[in-house]
């Protein structure tokens, strides 16, 4: 018994020493990390660019539209302004289970080595331009199993069809500008000190410790931040490419989404120009960021700070990051995360023909998603299958389960201490609400499923 204790002391020194050699070798390589934490200020809202931003954002695009310099709505797209799909908590904010986008992507196979991806849209301007989940398979076909010989036994291979296809909740953009300016390097830096100090748990003999997940290196070499796969390094990236797949409309960085069955390269013209498309940069950049919002009465209050406490005492700002580059309140790593549960994987268990290139992130890997506004951006998770914040964090498994595990040995108080904290973590507030109609565009060509 007093061996096992000693051999557990040593373990924890050796431990311990891990983690102070990775601490003074993080500190000489990362010394002059601080500065780039500085300067991260308010987004500066240039009036007329915002004013000329908001009412983008708020239009509801037609084809031939007369805001439009080329084709308006379309060919292709998902609804026909910014604002239906994002409104909870004010203009800016998520969207409900009903304005999830249907992204896919075509795994590597023999002959075919890179991923290629895109959104399966839901409407067309003509019936021609309809999209489906099925008619991809004629782009990016099954390939067949057959059978190959094991030893002296004849195995059937199962058929491999690499269209995954996912459907994804849309994310709330209040304090996209703050995010924006948080650089590589702090969520680098992040990272490391986390992979060292779970490195440094592992072997202090704590296996339950929680991986550090990785930053979404992007082929340029830049990380990416924005997106449920961190798939865009920076805003304005992400609003182009909103523009050109959610309404059809190309802009200055990128065309409009053209149907995967069309292969014509007829050009057309953008339909943001340079001014517009800058005004919706600037509009959607200076949103204000999510505030925390303490009850008024004084005992709901005492739980809610008790619960900020035990958010961070049972390890959940292990991801959630309070303050990442020097902005606070932001809780999130902006690394990629496997928290899939076995029964969860469904159809990726099968083995891909090719092995996805190593930047690649998994079918079950998504960023920590920044938890300010939580409280205004049900419902949860990148599917949005998840009603509410504890069927939320009930849903933690894989890389989370010691801290969901802990959040579970919680006194039943203590959980709901937690959920009164994030509770309290609310969109900003707006002087105009967001118009509460839904222009689902029933007259134009749906997706057939
Ligand atoms: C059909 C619904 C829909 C429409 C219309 C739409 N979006 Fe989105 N938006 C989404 C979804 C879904 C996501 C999450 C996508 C992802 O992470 O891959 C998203 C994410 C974003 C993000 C990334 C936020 C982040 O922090 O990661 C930005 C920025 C954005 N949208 C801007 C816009 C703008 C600007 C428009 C109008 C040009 C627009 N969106 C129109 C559904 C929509
Ligand atoms: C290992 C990293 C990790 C830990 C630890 C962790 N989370 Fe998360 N959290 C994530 C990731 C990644 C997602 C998004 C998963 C997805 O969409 O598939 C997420 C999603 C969420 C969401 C939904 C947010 C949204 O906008 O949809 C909430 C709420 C949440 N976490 C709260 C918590 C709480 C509370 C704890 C502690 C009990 C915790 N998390 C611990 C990584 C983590």
Redesign the pocket.
């Known amino acids: 018994m007093f061996g096992g204790w000693l051999y557990r002391k040593q373990r924890r020194r050796l431990g311990l020493g891990a983690i102070a050699i990775a601490g003074a070798w993080i500190a000489w390589n990362e010394a002059e990390v601080p500065s780039a934490f500085r300067g991260v200020r308010a987004p500066q809202p240039g009036p007329l660019a915002r004013e000329a931003g908001l009412k983008l954002f708020e239009h509801e695009w037609t084809v031939a539209d007369t805001l439009s310099k080329g084709d308006g709505l379309g060919p292709v797209f998902n609804d026909r302004s910014c604002v239906a799909c994002h409104s909870q908590g004010g203009i800016g904010g998520g969207g409900g289970i009903e304005h999830n986008v249907t992204t896919f992507e075509a795994h590597p196979v023999p002959g075919r080595p890179e991923v290629q991806g895109g959104i399966i849209h839901a409407f067309s301007v003509s019936s021609d331009c309809q999209e489906s989940r099925h008619s991809l398979n004629d782009f990016f076909q099954v390939v067949p199993g057959g059978v190959t010989i094991v030893g002296t036994c004849f195995v059937q291979k199962h058929d491999f069809d690499p269209v995954r296809s996912d459907s994804i909740?849309s994310?709330a953009l209040f304090g996209a500008g703050w995010v924006d300016q948080i650089t590589d390097r702090a969520i680098t830096h992040n990272a490391r000190l986390r992979a060292m100090a779970s490195l440094g748990q592992v072997i202090g003999g704590n296996l339950e410790s929680?991986?550090a997940?990785r930053a979404r290196i992007l082929p340029d070499g830049r990380i990416g931040k924005f997106g449920?796969k961190a798939q865009f390094a920076t805003l304005k990236e992400f609003v182009a490419a909103a523009c050109a797949n959610e309404i059809g409309l190309g802009n200055p960085l990128m065309e409009q989404a053209r149907p995967y069955a069309h292969h014509a390269t007829q050009k057309v013209e953008r339909d943001l120009d340079e001014l517009q498309f800058r005004s919706l940069v600037a509009y959607v950049g200076t949103l204000a960021r999510p505030i925390e919002v303490m009850p008024s009465d004084s005992s709901d209050r005492i739980e809610a700070e008790r619960g900020r406490v035990l958010?961070e005492k049972?390890?959940?700002t292990?991801?959630?990051v309070s303050s990442l580059g020097g902005v606070d309140g932001v809780y999130s790593d902006f690394l990629l995360?496997r928290?899939?549960s076995s029964e969860d994987l469904g159809g990726y268990r099968e083995v891909p023909q090719v092995e996805l290139p190593t930047d690649h992130p998994l079918a079950d890997e998504?960023?920590?998603?920044a938890?300010w506004g939580?409280a205004d951006?049900a419902p949860?998770?990148?599917?949005g299958k998840?009603p509410t914040?504890r069927a939320?964090?009930d849903r933690?498994q894989g890389?989370?389960s010691a801290?969901?595990r802990?959040?579970v040995s919680l006194s039943e108080r203590d959980q709901n201490a937690?959920i009164a904290f994030?509770s309290t973590l609310k969109a900003p507030r707006q002087e105009k609400p967001a118009p509460r109609k839904h222009n689902a565009p029933a007259d134009y060509f749906a997706m057939t499923r």
């Open positions: 909740n994310t929680v991986p997940g449920w958010f049972v390890g959940c292990v991801c959630h995360h928290l899939t998504w960023k920590t998603p938890l939580v951006s949860y998770f990148h599917d998840s914040l939320a964090i933690h890389d989370a801290v969901t802990g959040f937690v994030l």
